[in-house]
C-alpha cells in the first residue's frame, strides 16, 4: 500500500520537475499541457500493459522484469501526479480507497472508464479515484512502497538529466 505520506512527497516531487520543465522550455500549465499530460498517462499505461503482459493471452513470453515494468509504471505515475497538481488538487485532503480489484485487466478497463469520465468533469473526486485505481496495481502485482519511492527516484533523476540534455 502506498501511504499518503509517499503520495504527498510524489507530489512535490513531481511539481519540481514541471517548474523545472516549464521554466526551461518557457512552458504554461494551461489546457493544452493538461491534454497533452492526459495523453501521455494513457500512453505510459499503455506501455506498462505491454510489459506487464497480463492481457496478452496469445503469448507465453513471461512478463518484463520487475525493474523494466516500475520504470513503466511510474512512468504514468509521473503523468497522473502531474494532472493532479495542475488541476490543483490538495494531496493533503488525498484518502487511500481501495476498489477490491485484484487483477489488472480490471484494473485498465476500470482505469480507461474513468478517466473518460475525468476528461469530461476534470473534477477532484474522479481524480482521486483514477489515482487510486492506479495504485491499485500495486496491490495487484504486489510492488512495495519502497520499489515504488525507489523507481520514482531513480526515473525522476533521469527526467532532469534528460531535460538538462534537451531530450
Known amino acids: 500500500m502506498i501511504t499518503k505520506e509517499t503520495i504527498i512527497w510524489l507530489s512535490e516531487q513531481q511539481k519540481k520537475l514541471d517548474n523545472y520543465i516549464g521554466q526551461k522550455w518557457n512552458l504554461q500549465n494551461d489546457e493544452t499541457i493538461l491534454k497533452k499530460r492526459m495523453v501521455a498517462f494513457l ?24 525493474n523494466v515494468q516500475l520504470d513503466e509504471y511510474i512512468d504514468g505515475i509521473h503523468f497522473l501526479i502531474s494532472i493532479g497538481n495542475q488541476i490543483g488538487y490538495d494531496f493533503n485532503t488525498y484518502q487511500s480507497t481501495d476498489f477490491g480489484i485484484d487483477n489488472n485487466i480490471d484494473i485498465y478497463l476500470t482505469l480507461i472508464s474513468m478517466f473518460s469520465e475525468f476528461i469530461k468533469t476534470r473534477d477532484f473526486e474522479t481524480y482521486e479515484d483514477l489515482l487510486n485505481i492506479y495504485l491499485q496495481i500495486c496491490e495487484a502485482k504486489i510492488y512495495s512502497e519502497t520499489e515504488i519511492i525507489e523507481a520514482y527516484k531513480l526515473k525522476n533523476a533521469i527526467n532532469f538529466k534528460r531535460q538538462d540534455n534537451n531530450y
Open 43 to 66: 500512453v505510459e499505461l499503455g506501455e506498462y500493459a505491454n510489459e506487464e503482459r497480463s492481457f496478452k493471452f496469445w503469448s507465453q513470453k513471461p512478463e518484463a522484469e520487475l
